[in-house]
């Protein structure tokens, strides 16, 4: 099997938490892609009944376009379940997110959610946090500033620029800027020491966020519950 079907082998597996009359929180990337085509395929072959909130524009265009019911997240009560990918899990299945530029709403989606799972292909599962870089996301202005002060810090901070040397914008209209660091040793510590940043909006560690992840593997995608 390659990548793309363990990861669409674990999106699949994912939707069978998903019940009737949830709502759910839709995250982003590859990996959720696949996850949304299956809730797709249940709303409009079995008749699933679910709203769902979304972590990006390019999901909900997705989710809308499949003609799952898509609620902004302000209207609704509570997220029973929130599905997202990962870019690295660790031993202790804290996280990295943000490769695809939407941690800030992917965070917020995932604490007011109930419960959080975590698609992925095996590719993913880490011992240590850091191979892949670290997101964050700064507001525009003053970001050079904001930049300055990273890299003041030996955090290795690059922006984030697309196929066409511009630099990417989130949903939110913010920049991005990763911190290449090889190693995450004390993931808290520096979550702690971004979020007391003046311009960093969010970063993409995820700390004690998911309940259970599932991995796409060559035989059935491997299931681990309760993991908080
Ligand atoms: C987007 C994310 C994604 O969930 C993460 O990058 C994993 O993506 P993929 O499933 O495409 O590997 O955090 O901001």
């Given at each position: 099997m390659d990548q793309n079907e363990l990861k669409k082998a674990a999106g699949i597996r994912s939707v069978d938490f998903i019940k009737d009359g949830?709502?759910?929180?839709?995250?982003?990337?590859?990996?959720?892609?696949?996850?949304?085509?299956?809730?797709?395929?249940?709303?409009?072959?079995?008749g699933l009944n679910v709203q769902c909130v979304t972590t990006s524009d390019r999901t909900w265009d997705q989710a809308v376009g499949l003609?799952?019911?898509m609620l902004d997240v302000n209207a609704v009560n509570d997220i029973d379940l929130t599905i997202d990918g990962a870019d690295e899990i660790d031993d202790n299945y804290q996280g990295i997110k943000g490769g695809g530029a939407a941690h800030l709403k992917e965070k917020i989606v995932?604490?007011?959610s109930k419960q959080v799972i975590w698609i992925v292909d095996q590719s993913k599962i880490v011992n240590t946090l850091g191979k892949f870089p670290l997101p964050t996301e700064v507001i525009p202005?003053?970001?050079?500033?904001?930049?300055?002060?990273?890299?003041?810090?030996?955090?290795?901070p690059k922006f984030r620029k697309d196929d066409n040397g511009e630099l990417v914008r989130t949903d939110s209209n913010n920049f991005v800027i990763d911190l290449y660091l090889e190693k995450v040793e004390h993931p808290h510590l520096l979550a702690n020491y971004l979020d007391s940043i003046t311009g960093v909006v969010e970063h993409g560690l995820f700390l004690d966020m998911v309940n259970t992840v599932i991995i796409g593997n060559e035989d059935a995608p491997k299931v681990i519950e309760n993991v908080r």
């Open positions: 949830m709502t759910v929180g839709l995250g982003t990337g590859s990996t959720v892609y696949f996850m949304v085509e299956e809730l797709g395929r249940r709303v409009k072959e079995e003609g799952i019911k995932a604490l007011n202005f003053g970001s050079q500033k904001t930049f300055d002060v990273l890299e003041r810090e030996g955090l290795n």
